[in-house]
């Protein structure tokens, strides 16, 4: 077939397709399925509107001097969730933004909730609530695109000339 030939339009995938949104998409997304891509931007929309509004509310009304450690855990929320909105955008440029936060929700249900629970004083604790929320964390790691994620961070993939 000529390169110059155009596709019937009935042989042309449409873009907004149910049934194409789980075929990789090599055209605009480096072959990731848009499933993945949609349900990214979603989880990184949810991370700005949430968590950028939590901790931007509390480090612009603080009063006062700052626990150091504290004012730590604030800007770096606040500066991880801003740069989500980047993500809402530019997807597969901000995934170490939600590899960021698989990391850190994985790491903190293994330390913090994984003992209490397996000693039975996880319910009525104060980190009942977090725990929960964080076990969120299963979506993101399902829609990850880990193919693309260990060819682009793990094995560095150069392009081609």
Not at 46 to 54: I, K, N, P, R, S
Not at 58 to 68: A, C, F, Q, S
Not at 90 to 105: A, C, D, G, Q, S
Request: proline share 6%.
């Amino acid at each position: 077939m000529n390169t110059t030939e155009q596709i019937p339009p009935q042989l042309k995938q449409s873009k907004f397709s149910i049934k194409n949104i789980f075929f990789p998409d090599y055209e605009n997304y480096e072959g990731v399925r848009r499933i993945n891509i949609y349900v990214m931007r979603l989880f990184f929309a949810l991370m700005f509107v949430f968590v950028a509004t939590d901790s931007w509310t509390v480090i612009l009304t603080h009063e006062g001097e700052w626990d150091p450690t504290r004012a730590v855990a604030w800007c770096t929320w606040a500066a991880y969730s801003t740069l989500a909105l980047l993500g809402v955008f530019h997807t597969l440029r901000m995934l170490p933004i939600m590899l960021f936060m698989i990391f850190y929700k994985g790491l903190w249900l293994i330390v913090v909730a994984y003992p209490l629970w397996s000693a039975g004083t996880l319910k009525g604790s104060p980190a009942e609530g977090m725990a929960y929320m964080f076990t969120g964390i299963i979506i993101p790691i399902l829609f990850m695109p880990w193919k693309y994620v260990f060819k682009k961070y793990i094995l560095f993939e150069t392009k081609k000339k």
